[in-house]
């Protein structure tokens, strides 16, 4: 007489999951933005914020390099005050070959030049 008997199966292991490749860090600071303020100033957004500054002449709006700065924002960005009123669609440029740029960044990295854009509204 026979018995019945379960079938043997092996237990499956559960797949290891490739690991995501991890982005690189960053080499550099790009701007994100900049936006024009109630008062007709260019603010400048980057990718890390600013923490200190010593020469921003390089950041132009329409042409222009800024007059003063005005604040370095708590968010850590930079307000400048430019020489007309920055409307939105104005055209940006962060480039060393039109003033200096000297901007000490929370993460340590070089601003990445030149960039360029369009001012949008705040």
């Excluded at 982005?23 to 701007?31: K, L, R, Y």
């Excluded at 020469?55 to 604040?71: E, K, M, R, T």
């Amino acid at each position: 007489m026979l018995i019945p008997v379960p079938p043997m199966f092996r237990k499956r292991r559960p797949r290891i999951k490739a690991s995501a490749a991890q982005p690189a860090p960053p080499t550099a600071v790009t701007v994100v933005k900049v936006t024009t303020t109630q008062d007709g100033n260019g603010r400048w957004y980057f990718s890390s914020p600013v923490i200190d500054q010593f020469d921003a002449s390089g950041l132009v709006i329409d042409g222009a390099q800024p007059v003063s700065v005005i604040v370095i924002t708590d968010q850590g960005a930079l307000e400048l005050q430019y020489p007309s009123f920055v409307a939105p669609g104005t055209a940006w440029v962060a480039d060393d070959s039109l003033g200096g740029i000297d901007l000490i960044f929370a993460n340590g990295l070089p601003l990445q030049l030149p960039e360029s854009g369009t001012v949008v509204e705040e």
